[in-house]
């Protein structure tokens, strides 16, 4: 890459120097530019490489989790999961609030889910 110190020289020097001298330097600064491109590109497609192998084990991991989550589900066969948690529901209820109504998951283990922001008690 063109050092600052030179492009300070060349921009110094345009107004006295000759043909040859001129062409030499837009010749280097050209060159400079390819290698800044070139080094730019290389950049991006690294990028690039390195968005697609995190999709790839994004996609791996979900796939793990959704398994052991089947697998855990499976243990309680009939209940139905959560929409809040994933956890087996042992019985929902609408109770009543000042608000007006709430739709109440209850676990096996006393965990209560409600509403649309999962709280638990």
Same mark, same amino acid.
């Given at each position: ?14 107004? =006295?120097?000759? +043909?040859?001298? !001129? $062409?030499?330097?837009?010749?280097? &600064?050209?060159?400079?530019? #390819? ?12 990028? =690039?490489?390195? +968005?697609?192998? !995190? $999709?790839?084990?994004?996609?791996? &991991?979900?796939?793990?989790? #959704? ?19 994933? $956890? ?34």
């Amino acid at each position: 890459m063109l050092p600052d110190h030179e492009a300070e020289r060349i921009e110094a020097g345009l107004d =006295s120097a000759d +043909r040859a001298t !001129l $062409a030499r330097w837009v010749r280097a &600064l050209l060159d400079d530019r #390819r290698r800044r491109t070139s080094s730019l590109q290389g950049q991006t497609r690294r990028l =690039s490489y390195a +968005r697609k192998r !995190l $999709a790839q084990a994004s996609t791996y &991991l979900d796939g793990l989790l #959704r398994t052991a989550e089947e697998e855990a589900q499976a243990a309680w066969p009939g209940k139905l999961p959560c929409p809040h948690c994933g $956890a087996p529901v042992a019985a929902v209820k609408a109770e009543q609030r000042a608000q007006g109504h709430a739709v109440v998951h209850q676990h096996p283990d006393g965990h209560r889910c409600e509403g649309p922001q999962a709280g638990h008690e």
